[in-house]
């Protein structure tokens, strides 16, 4: 819950600073405390390099944004999940995020053509996805938040950024999203009378909402199945990388296959540092994944030979030498 989350701090619980009328956001908070943490260092220790990890609840379910978020983006989804994941995977095309000759597939089997919708649950499923978008542009600008302190304490230039998902969109809205998530899982189509009769709490407090699979699908554009699944729906995802003056081709777009545990031995390449065989007089298991690092030099370089391996609720899936075969189980 983004506007009333349970809080650790130091091993012991805490309670939010602030309530969702006084502007209280997870994400805010988060990025607050990230800040906190850096200029702490920043002023206590300059000469030395930092390591923040933070991982954001957002854009996770429940889908909650602040109300300036949500009236910006009021009908912008009107028009439906067909025409939304057509115009992204045309510019997806014309971008080079995909390459020429890829194909937009069907709609997945769970998901009906937005025109076979009634008018009320159109209303309804474009109020849920206008929670989402809400809550990823509130991200957005609180990460920039983030951003712009690193710039003005003279940290930017030196920062290596990396920006990551976890995962591909998911399927638990159901055909039409849901206001309470607990709906799916306990088995229950939404009630449409329900949803649209709470249709202003939609990414409040009050909601538990989740976005349609048809959302879903589009998020995943030009790709199949959702995060529950090896397709490439669930498992390929955003990386952006910035490391002001050390990438040979800032902006450009990459296809080397990598992987997550990819993160942490480029890392290590990075600050030059040797991970240790032994800690605290413990052997450790060899490094998994292999560096991307590169690419920061050679945006054109061959990626080094491998397999991979993948595997969600059973489903599983091997990706090798450019080509991948996957299971998908009900």
Same mark, same amino acid.
């Given at each position: 819950?983004?506007?009333?989350?349970?809080?650790?701090?130091?091993?012991?619980?805490?309670?939010?600073?602030?309530?969702?009328?006084?502007?209280?956001?997870?994400?805010?908070?988060?990025?607050?405390?990230?800040?906190?943490?850096?200029?702490?260092?920043?002023?206590?220790?300059?000469?030395?390099?930092?390591?923040?990890?933070?991982?954001?609840?957002?854009?996770?379910?429940?889908?909650?944004?602040?109300?300036?978020?949500?009236?910006?983006?009021?009908?912008?989804?009107?028009?439906?999940?067909?025409?939304?994941?057509?115009?992204?995977?045309?510019?997806?095309?014309?971008?080079?995020?995909?390459?020429?000759?890829?194909?937009?597939?069907?709609?997945?089997?769970?998901?009906?053509?937005?025109?076979?919708?009634?008018?009320?649950?159109?209303?309804?499923?474009?109020?849920?996805?206008?929670?989402?978008?809400?809550?990823?542009?509130?991200?957005?600008?609180?990460?920039?938040?983030?951003?712009?302190?690193?710039?003005?304490?003279?940290?930017?230039?030196?920062?290596? %950024? *990396?920006?990551?998902?976890?995962?591909?969109? !998911?399927?638990? $809205?159901?055909? =039409?999203?849901? +206001?309470?998530? @607990?709906?799916?899982?306990?088995?229950?189509?939404?009630?449409?009378?329900?949803?649209?009769?709470?249709?202003?709490?939609?990414?409040?407090?009050?909601?538990?909402?989740?976005?349609?699979?048809?959302?879903?699908?589009?998020?995943?554009?030009?790709?199949?199945?959702?995060?529950?699944?090896?397709?490439?729906?669930?498992?390929?995802?955003? %990386? *952006?990388?910035?490391?002001?003056?050390?990438? !040979?081709?800032? $902006?450009?777009? =990459?296809?080397? +296959?990598?992987? @997550?545990?990819?993160?942490?031995?480029?890392?290590?390449?990075?600050?030059?540092?040797?991970?240790?065989?032994?800690?605290?007089?413990?052997?450790?298991?060899?490094?998994?994944?292999?560096?991307?690092?590169?690419?920061?030099?050679?945006?054109?370089?061959?990626?080094?030979?491998?397999?991979?391996?993948?595997?969600?609720?059973?489903?599983?899936?091997?990706?090798?030498?450019?080509?991948?075969?996957?299971?998908?189980?009900?």
């Amino acid at each position: 819950d983004h506007f009333y989350p349970e809080l650790v701090h130091d091993n012991h619980f805490i309670t939010p600073p602030a309530t969702p009328e006084q502007g209280y956001h997870l994400t805010d908070d988060l990025v607050d405390q990230a800040i906190g943490y850096v200029a702490d260092h920043v002023a206590h220790l300059p000469q030395n390099p930092f390591f923040l990890y933070l991982p954001l609840g957002a854009a996770h379910a429940p889908h909650h944004a602040p109300p300036e978020y949500l009236e910006a983006v009021r009908g912008r989804y009107d028009v439906g999940w067909d025409t939304i994941r057509r115009e992204r995977y045309e510019r997806q095309l014309a971008t080079g995020v995909i390459p020429p000759g890829t194909d937009l597939p069907p709609r997945n089997p769970d998901v009906p053509s937005w025109d076979s919708l009634s008018p009320d649950e159109q209303r309804v499923a474009a109020r849920l996805q206008e929670a989402y978008a809400a809550f990823i542009e509130h991200t957005d600008a609180a990460l920039g938040r983030l951003f712009e302190f690193l710039k003005r304490t003279d940290q930017w230039e030196d920062t290596l %950024l *990396i920006l990551a998902s976890d995962n591909g969109a !998911a399927l638990e $809205g159901g055909r =039409l999203g849901a +206001f309470s998530r @607990i709906r799916f899982f306990n088995d229950m189509d939404e009630d449409i009378d329900q949803a649209l009769g709470a249709i202003d709490d939609i990414g409040g407090p009050l909601a538990d909402s989740h976005y349609a699979t048809g959302w879903a699908q589009a998020s995943n554009t030009p790709l199949r199945w959702y995060k529950y699944h090896t397709h490439g729906g669930g498992i390929r995802d955003p %990386l *952006i990388v910035s490391w002001p003056g050390r990438l !040979a081709r800032p $902006g450009a777009v =990459l296809d080397q +296959f990598h992987h @997550i545990i990819d993160l942490a031995p480029t890392i290590y390449e990075a600050t030059g540092i040797e991970p240790p065989d032994t800690f605290h007089g413990i052997k450790q298991m060899p490094m998994h994944g292999t560096s991307l690092a590169y690419t920061f030099t050679d945006p054109e370089a061959s990626p080094s030979q491998r397999s991979q391996y993948f595997e969600m609720f059973g489903n599983r899936g091997v990706w090798a030498d450019g080509w991948k075969a996957v299971t998908h189980h009900q």
